[in-house]
């Protein structure tokens, strides 16, 4: 996983996804135009079963929560690997 910008990357780093002991949670916060950083994640959930790529999710909220400043906007993108807009791990993220 990685983040590319064409604004300045300012920051960067990525953080461990549990479930998938391969694979990081990939982050970086971008300089965008405007009043507010961009801070972007991204990510490539398990493909093995909603339930797995929901727990996924919620370990990256609580990440999000934790160490994102509530004044930067987020992004989370990436292969979600699920089966449509309407799977639980969609809902968890856009909490």
Known sequence: NGVISR????DAGEWDDLRAPDR????????VPGPRELF???VHLLSSSAGN???QA???????QVNVPS??????AGDLNTDGR???CMSTLSS
């Open 86 to 88: 309407f799977e639980s």
């Open 71 to 76: 004044d930067l906007s987020i992004v989370v």
């Open 53 to 55: 790529r929901n727990a």
């Open 7 to 10: 604004y300045p990357i300012v």
């Open 58 to 64: 919620i370990d990256l909220v609580s990440l999000l």
């Open 24 to 31: 990081e949670f990939t982050w970086a916060v971008v300089d």
């Open 40 to 42: 972007v994640v991204s």
